[in-house]
């Protein structure tokens, strides 16, 4: 596709469950990363990942936030042991390079954790 | 610790006003500034990258501007279809491996 895709537009979940959200970056793109949106808060960063390079992980709130690339294309962001508090919108983006020119955002992932 | 702050929180203009919002950060070395327009329900779209005290950049009615310690986002004879937040955002740190972005400003504008 043209852009960058995340998949499901909604998830809702029982507390205590996992979740695995995913994302299809734009084709070409060696950047890659993970924010997170709280109601009335800014985009939180979470993970990025740079072509081969160990990501970044400083931003994960906890160590029930785990993420992977495989392949250097998709990626999934995996929250075990939901909490309530892991409500929110989940975005995905991806730019060029390192340089974080121009970074292209999916549409989100509207997580509820009841 | 490097931080992204943007006022007015929310900005009600009528058609046609033209009015400014304000992005000021603190970060150690700017490796560039980002402005993104956000509708409800979808992701951030990018609007502008600013890496240098002077430099300006314009799209149709925006205008961003940058200074050493603040940016803004000028909007000229506003329309309707302009309603939307608008973010602020700078690279992280040293390393640059992520924006840092701001609580965004909620812009309505009323016919």
């Known amino acids: 596709g043209a852009g960058v895709s995340q998949s499901p537009s909604n998830k809702v979940t029982e507390k205590g469950k996992d979740v695995e959200l995913r994302c299809d970056p734009i084709?070409?793109?060696?950047?890659l990363y993970w924010y997170r949106q709280s109601l009335g808060q800014g985009l939180e960063f979470l993970i990025y990942f740079q072509g081969n390079s160990a990501p970044d992980k400083s931003g994960l709130p906890s160590d029930r936030f785990s993420a992977e690339r495989t392949g250097g294309s998709v990626s999934t962001l995996t929250i075990q042991r939901t909490q309530q508090e892991d409500s929110a919108v989940y975005l995905c983006?991806?730019?060029?390079?390192?340089?974080?020119?121009?970074?292209?955002f999916g549409q989100g992932t509207r997580l509820t954790v009841v | 610790e490097d931080q992204v702050t943007q006022s007015p929180e929310a900005l009600r203009l009528q058609e046609g006003e033209s009015s400014s919002l304000n992005c000021s950060y603190t970060?150690?070395?700017?490796?560039?500034l980002f402005w993104y327009r956000q509708d409800p329900g979808k992701g951030p779209e990018f609007l502008f990258t600013?890496?240098?005290a002077g430099e300006e950049k314009e799209k149709e009615r925006l205008k961003a501007t940058l200074t050493k310690k603040e940016s803004f986002l000028h909007i000229t004879a506003p329309k309707p279809e302009d309603s939307a937040t608008y973010l602020c955002a700078v690279v992280r740190g040293q390393a640059g491996t992520a924006l840092i972005f701001g609580k965004g400003t909620t812009l309505s504008v009323s016919s």
């Open positions: 983006a991806s730019s060029l390079g390192a340089r974080n020119t121009e970074a292209f």
């Open positions: 970060v150690s070395g700017l490796r560039g």
């Open positions: 084709s070409g793109h060696t950047a």
């Open positions: 600013l890496y240098s």
